[in-house]
């Protein structure tokens, strides 16, 4: 079973940077199709990004893209997200999500594993 651990989360000023660290075991690392998704309260879960096994495809959503960044460390089972720039709109908790597929993951559909989440707070 993956077990997927968030850590970077905090509270940061408008236009400030965060990096969000995401830390596997139990499973391939390699294998995965690794990704980002957030919710902010009351609203509902938001694909952030996503990188494939090799980390050379990656995919953002609007809202954040030239933004965030993503990355893998197959060596370390560790995938990254990299904020900046950021908005109190992207205020909300991240979660960390992995599967063996690219389309199951992008578009939400029965992500096998996921991660407990970090809150991001960015103030105005």
């Known amino acids: 079973q993956v077990q997927l651990v968030e850590s970077g989360g905090g509270l940061v000023q408008a236009g400030g940077s965060l990096r969000l660290s995401c830390a596997a075991s139990?499973?391939?690392?390699?294998?995965?199709?690794m990704g980002w998704f957030r919710q902010a309260p009351g609203k509902e879960r938001q694909f952030v990004s996503a990188?494939?096994?090799?980390?050379?495809?990656?995919y953002y959503a609007d809202s954040v893209k030239g933004r965030f960044t993503i990355s893998r460390d197959n060596a370390k089972n560790t995938v990254y997200l990299q904020m900046n720039s950021l908005k109190p709109e992207d205020t909300a908790i991240y979660y960390c999500?992995?599967?063996?597929?690219?389309?199951?993951?992008?578009?939400?559909?029965?992500?096998?594993?996921w991660g407990k989440g970090t809150l991001v707070t960015v103030s105005s």
């Open positions: 139990g499973g391939t690392f390699s294998s995965y199709v």
């Open positions: 999500a992995a599967s063996i597929s690219w389309t199951t993951l992008t578009v939400d559909n029965g992500i096998e594993h």
């Open positions: 990188i494939n096994w090799s980390g050379g495809r990656t």
